[in-house]
């Protein structure tokens, strides 16, 4: 096992430093992972969490991943990102992560628009990499609170704005996504699943006068069963069942910010004759 680091830099003012990440040159490695945020609502002046997950990891694993995130800054502001469940289980592993921090993040609150992130391993026994799927991390933040009701921020999963090597002065355009075999990178091909925040309420579509129904999820008019079922597998599964964002706002039925299994429960109980109006 080596245990020379391969991140080599530091957090810079507006962004995060260059790391294995940005060494040249790139080999293809011909296969892809997915990144993917999720879709919440949120009230005006309220929290949200959105989850950033990595799936599809080729069984090499990933030994860095970087990327940005922007965000309207009129409708939302990043508080935090932390570590997901994904990232604390390989770097629990890690016995260089005393070495510098594995995961890095970076938000600009100074009124901006970006956030970045870095998961970077300094061994090269992929042993300690990234594998399987899961949480990579966790997007905290508050909804303005002169938003308005249907006023909705997409999160945007984008490469990091910086040179693609120290000096360049070419400007990368590709997330990072790889690990290094015998010096030479190795890039995944990254497929991109934005998410979104979304104030419930009001238009769905500008200048429509769909109101929506709450509790149907698969917005076919009606609440049923069918509605709560798609709406477990959506959680369950966010990239094989996804919501249209008529029907994630219809699904927040229990009074809570964001979609969890109690909106399911509530619309079941709905459907039933147990429930005779949601909240």
């Known amino acids: 096992m080596k245990t020379k680091k391969i991140v080599i830099g530091a957090m810079a003012a507006a962004m995060l430093s260059l790391s294995v990440c940005s060494l040249v040159p790139v080999s293809a490695a011909g296969e892809t992972v997915q990144i993917s945020a999720s879709n919440e609502t ?3 002046g309220e929290k949200f969490t959105v989850e950033v997950t990595l ?7 990933v030994q860095c991943c970087n990327f940005a995130i922007e965000y309207d800054k009129s409708v939302i502001s990043v508080d935090s990102i932390e570590e997901g469940a994904l990232s604390k289980n390989a770097a629990a592993n890690d016995p260089s992560a005393s070495m510098l921090p594995i995961f890095n993040s970076w938000v600009d609150k100074k009124g901006g628009s970006s956030a970045s992130v870095m998961w970077s391993t300094s061994l090269d026994d992929s042993t300690y990499w990234l594998k399987g799927e899961g949480v990579l991390c966790t997007i905290t933040g508050t909804v303005a609170a002169d938003a308005k009701a249907g006023a909705k921020s997409e999160i945007k999963i984008v490469p990091v704005s910086r040179e693609t090597s120290d000096g360049s002065v070419t400007i990368n355009d590709e997330i990072d996504c790889g690990y290094l075999k015998d010096s030479v990178k190795v890039s995944y091909d990254v497929k991109v699943t934005n998410g979104s925040v979304t104030v419930p309420g009001g238009d769905i579509e500008p200048g429509g006068d769909d109101k929506g129904l709450k509790g149907d999820t698969n917005c076919d008019g009606e609440v049923s069963v069918a509605d709560a079922t798609l709406l477990l597998q959506h959680l369950g599964n966010k990239d094989k069942y996804v919501l249209t964002d008529k029907g994630a706002l219809n699904a927040d ?3 809570e910010a964001g979609l969890s299994a109690m909106d399911a429960l509530y619309i079941q109980m709905y459907d039933a004759g147990a429930l ?4």
């Not at 005779?276 to 909240?279: G, L, Q, R, S, T």
């Open 276 to 279: 005779k109006e949601f909240k």
């Open 55 to 61: 799936a599809d990891i080729p069984d090499t694993g």
């Open 253 to 255: 039925v229990d009074g």
């Open 42 to 44: 949120a009230k005006a």
